[in-house]
C-alpha cells in the first residue's frame, strides 16, 4: 500500500512556514513601475478591429468554392459507382445531355457575373475612398 500523508500535518507544516518566515515585501521600484505600466496601458490607442467587410468577398468566394468542390466530388463518386455496376436508387435524377451542358453554362455565367460585380464594387469603393468619385 502506499503512504497516504496526513492532510493536518500538510496544513500544520505551511502554517508553521507562514509564521516563521518573513513577510513578503515587494522591492522598492515595484509599485512604481506597476503604476507607470498601467499608465501605459491606458494611454494606449484601443487595437484596429478586424475589416470584416473586406474579408467577407473573400469568405464568401471560398465558401463557394468549397461547395463546388464538394459538389463535384460527390458527381464523380456517383458516376464512378454507376460504371462499375452500381445502380443508384430510382429517385436519382438523369437529365439529357443538352440540359447538363445548358444549366453548366447558366452556372458557369452566373459566376463570371458575380466576380465582375464583386470587383466593380470594390473598385467604386476604392474610388470613393481616394476622393476619385
Known amino acids: ?30 509599485l512604481s513601475a506597476v503604476m507607470e505600466r498601467v499608465q501605459e496601458e491606458s494611454i494606449a490607442p484601443k487595437p484596429i478591429p478586424f475589416p470584416w467587410k473586406r474579408a467577407m468577398p473573400g469568405l464568401a468566394l471560398v465558401a463557394g ?29 438523369h437529365l439529357p445531355a443538352h440540359t447538363q451542358q445548358a444549366l453548366n453554362s447558366v452556372l458557369w455565367i452566373g459566376v463570371a457575373a458575380a466576380i465582375s460585380l464583386t470587383s466593380w464594387g470594390m473598385a467604386r469603393r476604392l474610388a470613393r475612398r481616394a476622393s476619385l468619385l
Not at 71 to 83: D, F, K, Q, V
Open 65 to 93: 468554392t468549397l461547395v463546388w468542390l464538394v459538389y463535384e466530388t460527390i458527381r464523380m463518386a456517383l458516376a464512378g459507382a454507376l460504371s462499375i455496376g452500381f445502380r443508384a436508387s430510382s429517385s436519382a435524377i
Open 1 to 30: 500500500m502506499k503512504n497516504e500523508v496526513q492532510p493536518a500535518a500538510n496544513y500544520e507544516a505551511i502554517d508553521r512556514a507562514l509564521v516563521e518566515n518573513d513577510p513578503l515585501v515587494p522591492s522598492s521600484g515595484f
